[in-house]
């Protein structure tokens, strides 16, 4: 993350800016005013011009380093009412139920971590922590919910919202029954004091200041409505602030400071208007949380079937070996299997014969990221789009699949695999003879007395390099299939941080590496041209290609869904004929195990989720738990259920 560091120069820079801020104002506090509201955008001239511009972080009237305070940004309440009347809201009322209806409140869910978090704060350093994401979604609530697949906003602090004409400007109204967890209302204010936070630099992590600082600093037109502008036309910056902006309560951090939170909140938390409130933290083991019985949204559609267990407990332990016999122990209710071997070979042991534990494969369609041998296109010999096919026709990838992994992956096609954005792709599969054609077009047709390739006197050799002694083995089939060819590939193990400092260098003919899957791609910093040549960006590959290059620029500018889904299949279409990468594989399913007392939904987990959907959408089941006790007192057998759920890909398309 890059550091954000101020500059002062003295007289030349904020002292002379702030003398001619003190002058602007003592012109234009006395001259007249003119407001315009138009469409739910602010006009003004004169001291209103100033006054609606005095919303960032040193807006008359907030004291330096202080959480809240100057609300409403110097706007009067007259105009304030006359920008809401303007607002055009729109809501949700009619969304599917995010969780099973018929799911019941009650019982405790018991959970394993690996690493206990560094802090119980869920802003600031070291929390950026998987586990905390997770806690910060059971404490704290966003603005919006939202369902990416299909794509829709549905109520959640907010019960209605708004953008502006300008697309810059968004307007939430918050649900008057919202409530922090000590009972007094949530406020638009909250939101204001929220961003003081995370946009200050005491809280330590210029990551999350940066990203916060995309917007201006909001501003409360009344208690329930309040205003935000992005400081870019972008169309990701509404869903991000919608659903990605964590609100806190201004009647706690008005009286505190920036520093003063990362102090006093490191091993508490502030109140919380969610579903759950903190309940004890025992160091380094266990940190659980009740559900709130005053939960304001209970009776919410937002809230029906989810949230259903009165305690979550996070139990931690380092070894992941030892988490597993734990699980069998009955120590954990559950777990993810991430391990082929051991869903394939591990799983049947006599509890889940006994049907006292259950499996499940979950189908679903949460996006994956790209993995494989990627292809630097700036110098031979990947510059020829027919070596970078022979390549790919040369990666055994089902012999793998099938020999190693146990046949539970898939063959990877797209760059947006498992997502609404897969193309018309090539799908390519092991073919030497294919390989073997497209090597002699390219000028390939000579070896020498090592068998290697020859071109211009040159022998086609190679070096991957890699990190992970685990990978060798997929590595050196790859090397002995292309050896079979005429390309000879020297395999080096060098360090994770060599490994980053090469790839960023682009000192590599091709290399290999993972990169995560978003549900809302950004293609721009990967495959656009104007990346290709700077060094440690995103395109790796160095591909130019002006179709490429405008779709991306109208992706960016696109606010319509739908519209943004097509262009991204054609963006993959050409991406992957154009063979940047030789693909993996990826895994289709999500495999869990766990103990036979809970209500699942019909998909299990949420259609783009992955195994922590489960504190949110399982119930305990009292009637099962009951006949699991008896099952285990008696050690007679229960029913096994079906283990491939394919919900997802069948019933909910």
Avoid: C
């Amino acid at each position: 993350m890059n550091q954000h560091f101020e500059h002062d120069p003295g007289w030349t820079g904020w002292k002379s800016a702030v003398l001619m801020g003190i002058l602007l104002y003592a012109l234009f506090r006395f001259l007249p005013i003119k407001v315009e509201v138009t469409g739910g955008a602010l006009v003004a001239g004169g001291p209103m011009m100033a006054q609606a511009g005095a919303t960032g972080a040193n807006a008359e009237g907030k004291k330096s380093g202080s959480l809240g305070g100057d609300y409403f940004g110097g706007l009067d309440e007259e105009v304030r009412e006359e920008m809401i009347e303007e607002i055009e809201w729109e809501t949700n009322g009619d969304f599917p139920f995010p969780g099973d209806p018929d799911a019941k409140k009650g019982g405790k869910f018991r959970m394993a971590g690996s690493n206990f978090v560094p802090t119980l704060r869920t802003e600031g350093k070291d929390a950026s922590d998987a586990q905390l994401t997770m806690i910060q979604g059971l404490v704290y609530q966003t603005l919006l919910s939202l369902n990416s697949d299909p794509f829709y906003y549905y109520p959640s602090i907010a019960d209605k919202w708004a953008i502006g004409e300008d697309k810059q400007t968004y307007y939430y109204h918050i649900n008057e029954l919202a409530k922090w967890a000590d009972g007094k209302p949530m406020r638009a204010q909250d939101v204001v004091a929220t961003y003081d936070l995370v946009t200050s630099k005491d809280i330590q992590a210029p990551g999350t200041s940066e990203l916060w600082k995309k917007f201006e600093r909001p501003v409360a037109l009344s208690d329930n409505v309040v205003m935000v502008k992005s400081k870019e036309l972008q169309w990701r910056n509404h869903i991000t602030f919608s659903s990605s902006f964590y609100v806190y309560p201004s009647h706690v951090l008005e009286k505190i400071t920036a520093k003063k939170y990362m102090k006093k909140y490191n091993w508490k938390m502030l109140v919380g208007s969610g579903p759950y409130t903190f309940d004890k933290v025992v160091k380094p083991k266990k940190i659980s949380f009740k559900r709130r019985a005053n939960f304001w949204g209970a009776d919410e559609r937002e809230f029906t079937g989810v949230y259903n267990f009165d305690i979550i407990e996070f139990l931690f332990v380092k070894d992941p070996e030892l988490v597993y016999e734990k699980f069998k122990a009955g120590e954990f209710d559950f777990m993810p299997i991430y391990r082929s071997a051991r869903w394939v070979k591990e799983t049947n042991f006599d509890k889940v014969q006994k049907g006292w534990v259950q499996k499940k494969k979950v189908f679903n369609r949460n996006p994956q990221g790209r993995q494989g041998f990627h292809f630097n296109m700036r110098d031979e010999p990947f510059n020829d789009v027919k070596i970078r096919k022979a390549f790919a026709f040369l990666w055994n990838r089902g012999l793998l699949m099938e020999q190693i992994m146990f046949n539970e992956y898939g063959y990877m096609d797209s760059f947006f695999q498992n997502s609404p954005h897969m193309g018309d792709t090539p799908n390519v599969r092991y073919n030497p003879d294919t390989a073997r054609e497209l090597l002699a077009e390219a000028g390939w047709t000579e070896r020498n007395d090592e068998g290697v390739l020859v071109k211009d006197g040159k022998p086609f050799e190679l070096e991957l390099t890699y990190y992970n002694k685990w990978s060798e083995k997929f590595y050196t089939v790859y090397q002995e299939d292309l050896m079979k060819v005429g390309v000879k590939l020297n395999l080096k193990q060098i360090t994770w941080a060599t490994h980053i400092k090469r790839n960023n260098e682009r000192n590599f003919k091709l290399t290999a590496g993972a990169y995560v899957g978003l549900t809302f791609p950004n293609p721009e910093s990967t495959f656009h041209s104007k990346f290709a040549d700077q060094k440690a960006s995103g395109n790796m590959y160095g591909i130019k290609n002006k179709r490429v290059d405008e779709i991306i620029e109208a992706y960016n500018d696109e606010f319509d869904y739908e519209k943004r889904v097509e262009l991204l299949k054609e963006l993959d279409t050409i991406l992957t004929n154009l063979h940047l990468m030789a693909f993996d594989w990826y895994a289709p399913a999500e495999r869990l195990i766990y103990w036979n007392k809970f209500g699942l939904p019909k998909g299990v987990i949420s259609k783009t989720g992955d195994y922590r959907d489960a504190p949110v959408y399982w119930w305990y089941d009292e009637y099962k738990a009951k006949a699991l006790e008896k099952a285990m007192a008696n050690d007679t057998s229960l029913p096994i259920t079906k283990v491939d759920n394919k919900f997802w890909i069948e019933e909910g398309k």
